[in-house]
T-cell receptor, first 116, second 117 residues
Framework: AQTVTQSQPEMSVQEAETVTLSCTYDTSESDYYLFWYKQPPSRQMILVIR??????QNATENRFSVNFQKAAKSFSLKISDSQLGDAAMYFC?????????????FGGGTRLMVKP | GAVVSQHPSRVICKSGTSVKIECRSL??????MFWYRQFPKKSLMLMATSNEGSKATYEQGVEKDKFLINHASLTLSTLTVTSAHPEDSSFYICSARDHALAYNEQFFGPGTRLTVL
């Protein structure tokens, strides 16, 4: 079974600074997708960024980028120029390409606090 | 963009009663929907996968007779918590898979907070 681990329960960053959230996963599959979701206080899950395992190039979305290390099974999220609105729970998630149920496996989450 | 709604957003009920939560995909068809449970400051725990026109697939440890799931149409799945107890109090989130999109992306509803007195 796949597992996703987020080793940082809480992180703090100063506004306008950069922060990196860690995520590691365990799988025997070669094809899969990785995601970072944001859950603000409203509890609405929002997709931040996705990465296909077959792509070597790291995904970027504006201030958000990932460092995908397939061999190390690591998938970290970097938030640049942090803003107060970035404060939220962040969840790393995995989905196998050939997973019949197409379900997501979530990590335990990292609470990000942004200091003004 | 794809929108998923949940109703109600919060519900309070007495112990022993049943509560139904609806999950709707508003602008796309979803043959598969997922139901999650989230405890305070915890991650999402998948309860079951809801498939249109067939029986739901429940995760290990989830009582199918307690958490009844019906996916009667391509835009609606319902979760009924039967004979609710205080320990069923939680935040329930649904998501819907849009088959028309790459990655079979899941879109999440805003969640339902259930409080059982």
């Amino acid at each position: 079974a796949q597992t996703v681990t987020q080793s940082q329960p809480e992180m703090s960053v100063q506004e306008a600074e950069t922060v990196t959230l860690s995520c590691t996963y365990d799988t025997s599959e070669s094809d899969y997708y990785l995601f970072w979701y944001k859950q603000p206080p409203s509890r609405q899950m929002i997709l931040v960024i996705r990465q296909e395992a077959y792509k070597q190039q790291n995904a970027t979305e504006n201030r958000f980028s990932v460092n995908f290390q397939k061999a190390a099974k690591s998938f970290s999220l970097k938030i640049s120029d942090s803003q107060l609105g970035d404060a939220a729970m962040y969840f790393c998630a995995y989905k196998g390409e050939y997973n019949a149920g197409n379900m997501l496996t979530f990590g335990g989450g990292t609470r990000l606090m942004v200091k003004p | 963009g794809a929108v998923v709604s949940q109703h109600p957003s919060r519900v309070i009920c007495k112990s022993g009663t049943s509560v139904k939560i609806e999950c709707r995909s508003l602008d796309f068809q979803a043959t598969t929907m997922f139901w999650y449970r989230q405890f305070p400051k915890k991650s999402l725990m998948l309860m079951a996968t809801s498939n249109e026109g067939s029986k739901a697939t429940y995760e290990q440890g989830v009582e199918k007779d307690k958490f009844l799931i019906n996916h009667a149409s391509l835009t609606l799945s319902t979760l009924t918590v039967t004979s609710a107890h205080p320990e069923d109090s939680s935040f329930y989130i649904c998501s819907a898979r849009d088959h028309a999109l790459a990655y079979n992306e899941q879109f999440f509803g805003p969640g339902t907070r259930l409080t059982v007195l």
